[in-house]
């Protein structure tokens, strides 16, 4: 693979969670004409009528029994830095495996690849462990080296494991890498000399709270089904960083189903106080990613390491952005990536006016 990659994604499903949304999706298209929906795209439906479908659902003799999940739903991918620099075996490994599709198959006659695979291991204020996709229990996995496992790397293994977010090999002992990873909740200094670091969390902070919130005390079985939906290289400006899988009914397509990834745009806020930040949060949650600042020093970080899409300012913070750094490579003018905006403008500024225009991806709540 190529190092050139530094930024790859996992898309998790919790509980089924992508399954029951299209079940959802297909009943209001097959059921539209029949209950009077206003529209037979369950995105464009409203409030009142989200409220009925579970009612509708149950009364009704060809759908009754299955399982929706309704819109709102959580963002479920997280992005992932790649340190090529002190683990290229553990990163090439790990990268092909995210962007292997399931017609590659291993030495065990199994996809070589994460999608599709299961999360075996969540333990709150530890680790969250995946990538066993021979078993799928955490007593197997298979590298891209010909299935063999392969050596522990030195400068990796002198990482720390000190503080949430860190991306590390999965083994059975000194030497054992082959596909599992994990990432930790919290500091695990019990990890450190044994397991090799070899990236770390970007963004999607909010999903790895959702993953460690399926723990269950007195085991590491999580207490519902985590499955890697998708996952792949991740290019910034050219990779959604934020969403949600929407499986659209679609009677052309061979599967019945025409796969969209909803964005939901990753936003900072600048605001002078709390209050007002809450007010940006309402205006723009659920359907972005937003977090709060009332200070700049941290987002120039954020935006540098590509963790964030877009900074809205409020108004009294303008003066303050001029001191706002872009990364270099960015082909974007400033003014597409801050917003200068009241609360509840905001969203609309996003929609019309950010660099995420040019990209044509469906935003969440805009369809």
């Not at 969670?17 to 995105?43: E, I, M």
């Not at 290019?235 to 009677?251: F, R």
């Not at 709390?274 to 120039?300: G, Q, R």
């Amino acid at each position: 693979m190529n190092s050139q990659h530094k930024y790859c994604y996992l898309d998790f499903d919790l509980d089924d969670t992508r399954n029951k949304l299209g079940q959802a999706a297909a009943f209001c298209h097959a059921t539209n004409q029949r209950y009077g929906f206003s529209s037979p795209d369950l995105r464009q439906l409203g409030g009142s009528e989200l409220k009925r479908i579970h009612d509708y659902l149950e009364n009704d003799h060809e759908w009754k029994g299955k399982s929706i999940a309704l819109l709102p739903v959580k963002s479920n991918r997280i992005v992932l830095l790649l340190k090529w620099d002190v683990a290229p075996l553990a990163c090439e490994n790990f990268l092909a495996l995210c962007c292997n599709d399931e017609k590659q198959i291993g030495q065990s006659g199994k996809p070589l690849t994460y999608r599709n695979s299961t999360v075996h291991r969540v333990i709150p204020k530890f680790v969250v462990q995946g990538g066993d996709f021979v078993f799928g229990n955490g007593s197997g996995g298979e590298s891209i080296f010909n299935g063999k496992k392969f050596k522990d790397e030195r400068p990796g293994l002198l990482l720390k494991h000190d503080r949430r977010g860190i991306l590390s090999m999965g083994n059975s002992g000194k030497n054992s890498n082959s596909s599992q990873f994990f990432i930790t909740f919290d500091k695990a200094p019990q990890c450190d000399g044994k397991h090799v670091v070899f990236g770390e969390v970007v963004s999607g902070w909010d999903v790895l709270d959702a993953l460690e919130s399926t723990g269950m005390p007195n085991t590491e079985t999580p207490q519902v089904s985590i499955r890697i939906t998708d996952c792949g290289a991740w290019t910034p400006l050219q990779t959604p960083g934020a969403g949600y899988w929407y499986d659209q009914p679609d009677e052309e397509s061979y599967s019945g189903i025409s796969p969209v990834f909803m964005v939901r745009p990753r936003v900072a806020v600048l605001a002078p106080n709390d209050h007002v930040a809450d007010k940006f949060k309402v205006a723009l949650e659920p359907v972005c990613t937003v977090v709060t600042f009332t200070a700049i020093d941290i987002i120039n970080a954020w935006l540098q390491s590509y963790a964030i899409d877009l900074l809205v300012v409020a108004p009294a913070c303008e003066t303050e952005a001029h001191q706002i750094t872009l990364p270099s490579d960015w082909e974007i003018t400033r003014e597409q990536v801050i917003l200068v905006s009241k609360p509840m403008d905001a969203l609309q500024n996003i929609r019309f006016n950010s660099w995420l225009v040019s990209r044509n991806w469906p935003l969440d709540g805009a369809i």
